[in-house]
């Protein structure tokens, strides 16, 4: 027992100098910092398993009483870069002891329109053992045209500078706390993530190695103007017309598609696999019908809206800029668009950065939004935010992987996206499907909604979802471990296998997992075997699937 008592007394002394010692390190490093436009205005050494709270984080990014969770011993550091005389963005360091570090970093992106540091992923990447970082995009808060009234210099920080300084810091800031640089530069992102990193690896090919990109909102001004346009289609802001369809209805009437389309993919889950391959009849929701109660039911004014909700949206020269809004997904988006009888989208996106950035006038209102407002959006491009762009040549040339993910219940950005920019990469690059996939993969998953959650087995490692599972920290199923498989042994993802949870709680009970494939491969049920279980589904050609 004495000598049990001692190890355990020398073990808690040689910890407590252990982080004595680091902590020192990360003190005596941050005072030492040398990087231009750099400053240090946070630093501390903090133990895994700490949970640390984040005083002045604004409400629309979680706070006030938001918290993050330390995943590794490491030194944190909270640093103001000076990107022009009018602008600044806010980045986040945390760096693991040196021991622990897996000698890669990995930066993250934003959401919607920036202002929020991704501690989730950031989270994530410390826990495997990356120098990871996070970035606020130019400014604090993702709600409000005041974020860019005025400042020309903060829309280009969140319209395409903002990573590339990441990048840049995270890259200096690993070679002078380790004394060496990454051996690979990694970067993970969602939704506007998306859009940031596809528009980083065109614009600046040798930020990165390997790239996690979901949901990627890229063509990012038609997606956002893609909002107000259905919501004028389906009678807003006349909210008393014959044709204005009520926000009570859309549920109903995306049932009612579910029902109708669920089981043409061979299974009947609730889940349109691939909605992109069908079109709807809303007659058949028609009051007398039956399909529907009186209180839901369309009366022939609505059935037109429905339908034009549907279609795909073109430009004022006629040319469709943006995919339909794709069945069985939900619509509040655009449907929820009233408060209290008054006119108001819920979807505050647009009316930000329209006001704040496209007309610079705080008075600005989408009410009477139209084709014409989104042109001159794409037309002024603020801060080269539309990132639209196909040409990654460089980034291919420079031997760098992109694995991209998307649902395919996607409510924000309709996953046809993903399928036309990948296309538009291969047309672009000239080059063949087995050349274009030995750099770029695209999984698309059934069921899955904007970056994370719904019906679908979703989780595979997703950016901005914390925690990972730590039983299946694998290339198989995590897509940020397959991506460093990619990038640093070759070996590209054939599969990728997705996993659902007990009440979507990462780490809990597994109630179904699911096999996806890379594009153009589609995930098929085997007809046999229990479609809760991977092993049943098999990635087929698209022209294959009606035989099975």
Excluded at 222 to 232: C, D
Excluded at 280 to 296: I, Q, R, Y
Excluded at 494 to 518: E, V
Aim: glycine share 10%; charged share 15%.
């Amino acid at each position: 027992m004495i000598s049990f008592t001692w190890s355990i007394a020398v073990l808690a002394a040689f910890i407590v100098r252990l982080v004595a010692s680091s902590s020192e390190t990360c003190a005596s490093f941050s005072s030492q910092i040398s990087i231009p436009n750099v400053v240090v205005v946070a630093s501390e050494y903090i133990p895994n398993g700490t949970q640390i709270p984040l005083p002045g984080t604004v409400e629309s990014c979680g706070g006030p009483d938001i918290t993050a969770n330390i995943t590794a011993d490491l030194c944190r550091l909270v640093l103001i870069v000076t990107t022009t005389s009018s602008s600044e963005v806010q980045m986040e360091a945390w760096l693991p002891d040196p021991e622990s570090w897996n000698r890669r970093s990995l930066a993250t992106g934003n959401g919607g329109i920036g202002g929020c540091i991704d501690y989730a992923t950031m989270q994530n990447g410390a826990g495997l053992g990356f120098a990871s970082f996070g970035t606020n995009a130019g400014h604090n808060g993702s709600v409000g045209y005041e974020l860019f009234l005025n400042q020309p210099e903060v829309i280009n920080d969140f319209g395409h500078r903002a990573v590339h300084i990441e990048a840049e810091v995270g890259k200096e800031l690993v070679a002078q706390y380790y004394g060496a640089g990454a051996s690979k530069n990694y970067y993970a992102g969602c939704s506007t993530g998306g859009r940031q990193g596809f528009q980083n690896a065109h614009l600046y090919p040798e930020d990165f190695d390997g790239m996690l990109l979901g949901s990627p909102g890229v063509d990012w001004l038609h997606i956002v103007a893609s909002k107000g346009i259905l919501a004028r289609r389906i009678g807003w802001p006349n909210i008393n017309s014959s044709e204005y369809v009520r926000p009570e209805q859309w549920p109903a009437i995306v049932e009612a598609q579910i029902e109708q389309l669920d089981a043409l993919d061979g299974v009947a889950d609730g889940i349109i696999d691939d909605p992109t391959r069908y079109r709807f009849d809303p007659t058949s929701l028609a009051c007398g019908t039956g399909f529907l109660n009186s209180s839901l039911c369309l009366s022939p004014q609505q059935i037109e809206s429905v339908r034009r909700a549907y279609e795909p949206v073109a430009n004022t020269s006629g040319h469709v800029v943006y995919p339909s809004f794709e069945l069985g997904s939900k619509t509040d988006v655009f449907s929820d668009n009233q408060v209290n009888g008054t006119a108001m989208l819920s979807y505050t996106i647009l009316q930000d950065f329209w006001s704040g950035t496209v007309y610079n006038d705080s008075s600005w209102t989408p009410e009477k939004f139209s084709e014409s407002d989104m042109d001159l959006a794409v037309q002024i491009n603020p801060g080269q935010v539309n990132a639209g762009e196909t040409d990654l040549m460089s980034f291919y040339r420079n031997g760098g992987k992109i694995i991209s993910y998307h649902g395919r219940n996607d409510e924000t950005v309709t996953s046809a996206v993903s399928e036309q920019f990948f296309a538009g990469v291969q047309s672009t690059l000239n080059i063949t499907m087995e050349d274009i996939q030995g750099f770029y993969r695209l999984f698309f998953l059934p069921g899955m909604h904007h970056c994370s959650g719904g019906l679908g087995a979703w989780s595979i490692g997703n950016a901005q979802k914390y925690p990972y599972d730590q039983a299946l920290l694998d290339s198989t199923h995590n897509a940020l471990i397959a991506l460093v498989e990619w990038v640093e042994n070759g070996t590209a993802p054939d599969t990728i296998i997705g996993t659902k949870y007990k009440n979507d709680l990462i780490g809990s009970s597994i109630t179904a997992q699911r096999t996806y494939c890379p594009y153009p491969m589609v995930s098929k049920w085997d007809g046999v075997n229990d479609t809760s279980l991977a092993g049943s589904w098999r990635c087929m050609s698209p022209r294959r699937v009606g035989s099975v």
